[in-house]
């Protein structure tokens, strides 16, 4: 009786042990996840000047007029939180074209989770096409990692209401996690990432 009980025992140490390591595991995960800086993007609309009055009931925004001529609303820009609980570091914003070729970048920094959203503005969309703006950026965590997070939204362009105006088709955000040898390569930062 006495190894039967030894064997039962040791069993179910062993399976304590390992529920304990998965647990374990799992919830150093989570707080690595908890965290983390997320960046996310978002299209803002520039929307005309209106003769709203504060205590008029009016048609929507949408359908008033001004000199006979229906208001409308365009794609302005993008702007960028931070909507994690650590800051995003060595943070590169890039607009790519459909084959990913880079467009247009900037890098900056740093920027907080309880900071003010950043404005990226795109020099010379053309209507119909296809864009990413992408956000490279690290935190103090993956640093020794060589892990870099990234957010992609992609967009599509489309004419806006006014001659001379675009809007844009978002998709959904994507988030992603990659090394150093996945990163998005600028003209300006191709042996920094080399030397990683």
């Known amino acids: 009786m006495d190894s039967l009980s030894f064997a039962l025992t040791a069993i179910l140490t062993f399976a304590l042990v390992i529920t304990t390591l998965y647990y374990s595991r799992e919830t150093k995960n989570e707080v690595a996840m908890a965290s983390r800086p997320l960046l996310v993007i978002r299209a803002v609309v520039y929307e005309a ?17 001004v000199d006979e001529r229906a208001l409308t609303s365009h794609f302005s820009h993008f702007e960028l939180f931070n909507a994690g609980n650590s800051p995003a570091i060595d943070l590169e914003i890039t607009l790519m074209d459909s084959n990913k070729g880079v467009l247009q970048g900037e890098s900056l920094g740093f920027l907080r989770n309880n900071e003010q959203a950043l404005t990226f503005v795109p020099n010379d969309l053309e209507v119909h096409q296809s864009y990413s703006l992408a956000c490279e950026y690290g935190n103090i965590r993956s640093l020794g990692k060589k892990i870099w997070h990234q957010t992609w939204l992609p967009f599509t362009t489309v004419e806006g209401p006014a001659k001379g105006t675009i809007n844009v088709n978002v998709a959904a955000l994507e988030f992603k996690e990659v090394r150093a040898t996945e990163r998005i390569v600028h003209p300006r930062n191709k042996d920094k990432i080399l030397l990683e």
């Open 49 to 65: 000047a209106t003769t709203y009055e504060a205590n008029k009931v009016t048609a929507p925004k949408g359908a008033q007029h």
